[in-house]
């Protein structure tokens, strides 16, 4: 089989070609994930699809796959469609396979998967988030497929979702989805501020375009500090590194250690994570919260489409919610806020196989079903967040029109992936603590210069 290298490029010439036609030894802390499913209801701990009704004639015992995924309403009835589909596929090849789901909320997915692994429980198909596929991939909590898949079946994805699907040169799962943010806004509240938006991307910093137009829509009738109406969001109360490592990152420029944000070798954070610049940026943005009041500590669930707040960063998957739950809204979109250089940062959801699985040939069938055009179209139809397959993504007449061509541009553009080190889900846990510490009102230089060393120190394992 043809190096990974060549796949990723033999990988990026077919969605350049396309997308022109139309762009995260020893067990680890408990973690926040980095790619937020839409906002839903969660699903039960374990939920069972329906019985697959055996082929005529077939030979096959039933077959139950255990998969453990994050627990997510619209994830649950794709899946669902899905393996309906599955069961059809070759004149009812695989209809004997059934799958059980062992769906976790963010706190407990990634710390249930590596104890799924050490303790030889029966699991078979792994959700992974994209910068945690090479943790998984370091501690051989998930099999390495590069003998599985060929030139052309990589070729369906982005090289993005490639590269976060590889370690060392091999490859390790498929992608579900990708993804990439905008600033979304409430066009109502924007035209009542007398506001005229460009999809041009707003500036951080004191002296930047965004400041002035979050504080026009921030709203406190009452006078009290506390406003009713808070002008921007970024995430929170869970304050994971997929969005608000951004503008920091965004304060450097593509190469330098701000923007890169980890050392090549993904092992060093001082004088990547703390630099002048990162700190500066940092600074701002807890001036957001407590010298500015523009935005919110404690932000709720679905925070621009409940009018919590006017304005958010958020990948497009906030449409799918929209659409199953706030139909009547109007949304607005821009690029998203940056320092220096504008950046989304990329990568989402991966399917991985266990290597305790017993029943590889059927897990490696679904995944492969899954992450093809077809299952990625009926993932697609109910989560409703940007495809990693090119073919299907060039297809969608919902990406051709505004917002969501907005959306493609700006990966094509800006897309970067989240910082690649195989310590990511180390480092995003003390970032979840740094950054509530700098919500909480800390010192920003001293807590940021901490917390490289921690980060480094955590990540040190990685060099034997």
Known sequence: MKSIGKLLAAAAVVITFILAACAPAGQPPAAQPTSPPAAATQAPAATNAPAATQASGSTHEPVTLTFIKIADDLEAKAFAE?????????????????????????????????????????????????????????????????????????????????????????????????????????????DAAGLKLTTAGLTYGPNGTGLPVWQKLTVDKNGDGTPEVYGFQNNGPAWFDYLN????????????????????????????????????AFQFDQDLFSKYKVRSTEPPANALLSGFTATTVSQDLILGTLKDQFPNFKIGAMEPP???????????????ISPTTKHLDEALAFIKYASSDAGAAIMFKYKNQLPANVKLLASLPDFKSYPRNLTVEVFNKYGKPRIETPAYTEYNALFTEYYGSLVAGGNVPELTHEYAQKMEDAAAKYAK
């Open 338 to 352: 940056y320092w220096v250089t504008p950046m989304c940062q990329t990568g989402s959801w991966h399917y991985a």
């Open 245 to 280: 490592r951004i503008p920091a990152r965004t304060n450097g420029k593509p190469g330098d250690n701000t923007f890169e944000g980890v050392s090549p070798d993904g092992l060093k954070f001082k004088g990547y994570f703390d630099t002048d610049q990162a700190i500066e």
């Open 82 to 190: 899905m393996l309906d589909e599955f069961h059809k596929l070759d004149g009812g090849k695989w209809s004997y396979v059934n799958i059980e789901y062992n769906a976790k909320p963010f706190a407990e997915l990634f710390p249930s998967i590596e104890d799924s692994v050490a303790t030889g429980q029966n699991v078979d198909l792994i959700q992974a988030d994209g910068p945690d596929v090479k943790h998984f991939a370091w501690n051989k909590v998930i099999m390495d497929l590069t003998d599985k898949f060929s030139k052309e079946e990589l070729a369906q994805w982005d090289p993005g979702s490639i590269a976060e699907g590889t370690y060392q040169g091999k490859f390790y799962g498929p992608p579900e989805v990708q993804s990439c943010q905008s600033l979304w806004y409430n066009q109502e509240m924007v």
